[in-house]
Nanobody, 123 residues
Framework: QVQLVESGGGLVQAGGSLRLSCAAS?????MAWFRQAPGKEREFVAAISSSGGSTRYADSVQGRFTISRDNAKNTVYLQMNSLKPEDTATYYC???????????????????WGKGTLVTVSS
């Protein structure tokens, strides 16, 4: 069982930046970030392949967010720039225990989940 621990959330003004981190206790394959705003369903944000060579983003964050990973540290990052109030949510890290094409990643496909970190963007 792999444990995932997120960090880096907080309060930021619109237009600002935050970087989220997710440390895994063991090896993982694809890793991803999801988010859930109050009263809404959890949604996909970004994903990265095991090598880091491929990434995928939700249309709503494309060009503003960047996902990356450091396999030596078993850590995945989400750099969030040009934040908007609508980005306010709890952000969850997730990981797969086997290979999966990035286009298949969704809320139901991930094997491991962190407990989440809250990001609040004020207007």
């Amino acid at each position: 069982q792999v444990q995932l621990v997120e960090s880096g959330g907080g309060l930021v003004q619109a237009g600002g930046s935050l970087r989220l981190s997710c440390a895994a206790s063991g090896r993982t394959f694809c890793m991803a970030w999801f988010r859930q705003a109050p009263g809404k369903e959890r949604e996909f944000v970004a994903a990265i392949s095991s090598s880091g060579g491929s990434t995928r983003y939700a249309d709503s964050v494309q060009g503003r967010f960047t996902i990356s990973r450091d396999n030596a540290k078993n850590t995945v990052y989400l750099q969030m720039n040009s934040l908007k109030p609508e980005d306010t949510a709890t952000y969850y890290c997730a990981a797969d225990r086997a290979f999966r094409p990035l286009y298949t990643i969704n809320v139901k496909s991930m094997d491991y989940w962190g407990k989440g970190t809250l990001v609040t963007v004020s207007s």
